[in-house]
């Protein structure tokens, strides 16, 4: 089945530590985000990439690093730069670069909790 | 600067009951608006959406109304179903642009 594969599902860390979520694609999308899920703050969007070996920051950037070196590949690190970690994490992707549709698959999420 | 706002944390509504959710943005560029479906710990799935050119979309139980003078939507279930308990995000996007603006999302409650 085609789908969008996020891991861990959950993830802990301790203060200080970089941690890397992994999201991995099947759909053959060109296009994959990142987002951050806070209780009463929706989703923020954190990097996103609309081909291979480019990306952008999104809203949230700062503390977070991304890589896009396959198209089916699009890891997040979380530095220990980011004063809040602790979050539901959200990968997405969509068919083609510049969202004419507007629909986004997401994956199942990571939730990383700061120890 | 929340450019999409869900004023409603939470809704409660009685399972065969018309279930309505809001959603105001500020940007007038937005041109395209979705709704989207959370359970807990799982991924948003896309539920409808509307273009600006239309004001009205319905996919089944699901209607979307676009006010686009007073910057609004909302999105009609009816009738209201228990699996329909859920976390809706509304979002936006305007044209050209590769990003979706959020809402904070909204909480639906059915009762049985």
């Known amino acids: 089945d085609g789908g969008i594969t996020q891991s861990p599902k959950y993830l802990f860390r301790k203060e200080g530590q970089n941690v890397t979520l992994s999201c991995e694609q099947n759909?053959?999308?060109?296009?994959m985000y990142w987002y951050r899920q806070d209780p009463g703050q929706g989703l923020r969007l954190i990097y996103y990439s609309q081909i291979v070996n480019d990306f952008q920051k999104g809203d949230i950037a700062e503390g977070y690093s991304v890589s896009r070196e396959k198209k089916e590949s699009f890891p997040l690190t979380v530095t220990s730069a980011q004063k809040n970690p602790t979050a539901f994490y959200l990968c997405?992707?969509?068919?083609?670069?510049?969202?004419?549709?507007?629909?986004?698959?997401f994956g199942e999420g990571s939730r990383l909790t700061v120890l | 600067d929340q450019q999409v706002k869900q004023n409603s944390p939470s809704l409660s509504v009685q399972e065969g009951r018309i279930s309505i959710l809001n959603c105001d943005y500020t940007?007038?560029?937005?041109?395209?608006f979705l709704w989207y479906k959370k359970y807990p710990a799982e991924g948003p799935t896309f539920l409808i959406s509307?273009?600006?050119?239309?004001d009205k979309n319905e996919d089944g139980r699901f209607t979307v109304f676009l006010n686009k003078s007073a910057k609004h939507l909302s999105l009609h279930i009816v009738p209201s179903q228990p699996g329909d308990s859920a976390v809706y995000f509304c979002?936006?996007?305007?044209?050209?642009?590769?990003?979706?603006?959020f809402g904070t999302g909204t909480r639906l409650t059915i009762i049985p």
């Open positions: 509307i273009s600006s050119i239309k």
């Open positions: 759909l053959n999308h060109d296009a």
């Open positions: 940007n007038s560029m937005f041109d395209y």
């Open positions: 979002a936006a996007s305007a044209q050209g642009n590769e990003k979706l603006t």
């Open positions: 997405a992707s969509t068919p083609f670069a510049g969202l004419t549709t507007g629909e986004l698959f």
